[in-house]
Each structure stands twice: as C-alpha cells, then as structure tokens.
C-alpha cells in the first residue's frame, strides 16, 4: 500500500463536506433496530475512542481470526488495525444492545470513504489493488466501502442488515448512487476454495465489461483448483443477493491472506423488496 499524507481532520468532526453540491449527513447519531432474536444499536462513529472500538474489532478479526499481517502507521496503538485512510473515513458501527437496552460493545462495522474524501486521501484503497481506470466517470456519485467485519457470533444476519440498513440510508440522503469494494475470501486452503468460487460466479454474477478492473496482484487461478462444490461467504452471498456485480478477477492480498473480489452495487440495481426493507420505500 502505498504511503498518503495524514490528513488533519479531528475525530471529533468526521462529517466530510461534498462541495460544491451539499454537505454530507451521516445521520442521527444512533438508532435502535429489533430483529426477531436480538437488538442492535447502529450509528456512526463520532470520537476518536468510537473509531478506536471499530479498530479493536478489526484486529480481532483480521489478525486474530485471519492471520492478517498488518503494515500500521508508526503512531497506531497496539491491538488496533489502523492504516492511513481511516482518518478520511466515516465509520458505522453496530453494538448488541444489553439487557438493560443499552448499547455494548462494538460487534460489527464499516468505513465509507466519500467523494471528496477519496480526493483529500489522493485516492482510494481499491486502487492498491486493482485498476480502476474504467469508473473514473462514476466517482463523483461512488463511494467505497471498505474493512468490514462482523464478529462471528452475529454472523447470521441481524447484524449485517443493521448496517446495511444505515449504508443505504446514508447513499439515498446525500445523493450518492454507487458502492465499491473489495469481498474478502479466505485463502487458508492455499486459494482453491476461492479460485473455484471466482469460476462460479464469473458466469452469473459479472458486470458489463465497460466496468471492469484489473487486478495489480492476480490470483494465480489456473494454477489452483476451480471445480470445488462451494458456497460464498455470507457477506458476498449477501451482496448478490441485494444486486450487486462482480467487477473482475480476484486479486491476491498476501498481506491479509485473502483473495479480493472487486464488486459494485447501485443502490437503483437493488431489488425493490430491499429497497422497501431498508428505505421504506
């Protein structure tokens, strides 16, 4: 990855503005949400020690639970997954509420790097690791999602619609109609579940070739097994199934240890039962 200046925007002011149209909203501070089994507390992070709990939760996963191997700032606390976006970033967190219905502790999150702040940064992660030449006309209206985790004992759904509930909220208020990122698969097998799960979806699931990217890393896919019978990980099932593409080949983060799937959603390609399930309308 390479090396970007810092910017020096507080914690305490993470609201980017989108000039010259609007400023954007992250929202209410917070709100509830009640599925049928538990409750969540959503909302976006505000201080620097709300940011630090989405860190926390990052590490235990991505360290922890994948065996990332992380490159920190020289000033990153112990403990922490912090790289140079995260201070352009806005971070959405959702906590389990207690039983006496206040928020806990941090159990899922993602960050959302706007427009304008994908300019302020000099770019976006995706861009370490693919080209992305071919959406350059679709920024001022695109978003990057990025570092999302959900802690595996709310993997089921709940917590991953909370989120998704916010993020689609979020696009609709300020006007913004395109998410990208990357879909990370485990490679603890040596790749052959993901190089077999890239074949599958190649032929359903791909977008038009004008938005199309490369990656910088390939995953070496002829040189690993692609006739696996395999299922996506959730969270990918999960982004299919609310519409969105898969932009290209899999790129390869020996870092993080995954393969990255480049994938776009369009809030107007969502299907309408979505649409009125996180919108209301």
């Known amino acids: 990855m390479r090396d970007l200046p810092l910017p020096t925007l507080p914690f305490s002011d993470l609201r980017s503005t989108e000039a010259p149209r609007r400023s954007l909203s992250a929202g209410s501070s917070a709100e509830a949400v009640e599925t049928a089994r538990t409750r969540f507390h959503v909302g976006w992070a505000r201080t620097e020690e709300e940011v630090r709990q989405a860190q926390r939760l990052r590490y235990e996963i991505f360290v922890g639970e994948m065996g990332a191997r992380l490159s920190p700032p020289a000033n990153a606390p112990a403990g922490h997954d912090v790289d140079v976006f995260d201070p352009f ?5 959702v906590r389990k509420l207690d039983a006496l219905g206040q928020p806990a502790e941090v159990i899922g999150t993602y960050r959302v790097l706007t427009p304008e702040a994908a300019r302020r940064a000099g770019g976006l992660y995706s861009e ?45 208020r300020n006007d913004l109609e395109i998410m990208i990122g990357c879909a990370s698969i485990s490679m603890r097998d040596g790749g052959h579940y993901a190089a077999s799960l890239w074949k599958q979806l190649e032929g359903s699931h791909m977008a038009d070739i004008e938005w199309q990217v490369r990656p910088r890393l390939p995953l070496p896919v002829d040189e690993l097994r692609q006739d696996l019978a395999v299922e996506p990980p959730p969270l990918i099932k999960g982004y299919l199934r609310v519409g969105a593409r898969i932009l290209g080949r899999p790129a390869w983060d020996p870092d993080f240890n995954t393969a990255d799937l480049p994938m776009m959603m369009r809030i107007s390609d969502m299907p309408a039962r979505y649409r009125k399930h996180f919108l209301g309308a």
Do not use: Q, Y
């Open 89 to 93: 970033c806005e971070h959405l967190l």
């Open 128 to 172: 370490t690791e693919f080209d992305l030449t071919r959406l350059r006309s679709l920024r001022p209206r695109m978003v990057e999602l990025g570092r999302s985790c959900v802690h595996p004992d709310h993997r089921s759904g709940g917590a991953i619609m909370a989120l998704w509930g916010a993020l689609t909220e979020f696009m609709v």
